[in-house]
């Protein structure tokens, strides 16, 4: 698996794909346009995808969800209310669904957990669209590790089900506080709750009201065991 961090919480990942294509390439929380660590344009990201998968509707997540499905034709997964917001939008492969749920995608299932966090996006009015519950992420290839990506929450003990029933060995992990964990808790997740082997901390640096460095949770994932990655925004790593 190659995951690639474009800045704050927006990954693409590339699998083994199932078929004779030879790789599935899954974007997560889209949000390029307006994000300062963005290394790619919402065009540039576009080309080759095959898939979209949005936790919550924040717009710090969801994003160039829009132009991008449009662009790519890439399926979207997403809770109810994203997928219908998307379709009346424009989009027209969409994969509706919400906590608990896993969908076959073929070269992988995509499962819904619980997040503990909110989900509206902004009208530009000072009102706001309800989008559904968040949710954190659980990414299954056929072939190769399982990954769990958070989302925007808290940690919380049911954490431990979501390790049980979907043994994830790579996590992407907020740690920028204030409107996700910080680094304490973040770290305290993955140490208590999961058997990561490898793990990638987002949602910092951004804006100012987050923490600026992975420092901090580095520092408390000492002697865990875990791999701890810290691309640049731009960045990959290769796992498994």
């Known amino acids: 698996m190659k995951i690639t961090w474009y800045g704050h919480s927006c990954f693409r990942l590339e699998i083994p794909a199932d078929t004779d294509k030879g790789k599935v390439e899954i974007l997560i929380d889209p ?14 990201a576009a080309v080759g995808l095959d898939h979209i998968v949005i936790s919550h509707g924040h717009d710090d997540h969801i994003g160039d969800l829009i132009p991008i499905a449009k662009a790519s034709g890439a399926a979207v997964t997403a809770n109810w209310e994203i997928a219908m917001w998307a379709n009346a ?5 969409i994969n509706p669904m919400n906590s608990g749920g896993t969908v076959d995608l073929g070269a992988f299932a995509v499962s819904l957990t619980p997040a503990h966090h909110s989900s509206a996006k902004s009208n530009g009015d ?10 954190g992420v659980v990414i299954a290839p056929k072939i190769g590790p399982t990954l769990y990506y ?15 029933l979907y043994e994830p060995t790579i996590g992407i992990l ?7 964990m910080g680094a ?10 999961f058997a990561f082997t ?3 901390p987002c949602h910092y640096m951004t804006f100012g009201l987050l923490d600026q ?28």
């Open 31 to 44: 949000f390029l346009t307006g994000n300062p660590k963005a290394t790619i344009t919402p065009e540039e």
């Open 89 to 93: 939008h424009g989009v027209e492969t």
């Open 126 to 135: 000072g009102t706001f669209a309800y989008l559904g519950n968040p949710h």
């Open 150 to 164: 958070a989302g925007d929450t808290d940690i919380f003990s049911d954490m431990a089900l979501i390790a049980e």
């Open 174 to 180: 907020p740690i920028g506080d204030r409107f996700t």
């Open 184 to 193: 304490r808790s973040a770290a305290l997740a993955a140490r208590r709750f």
């Open 198 to 200: 490898d793990v990638i």
């Open 213 to 240: 460095t992975p420092d901090a949770f580095v520092a408390a994932m000492h002697g865990s065991g875990v791999r701890i990655h810290t691309p640049a925004p731009g960045g990959s790593v290769e796992i498994g």
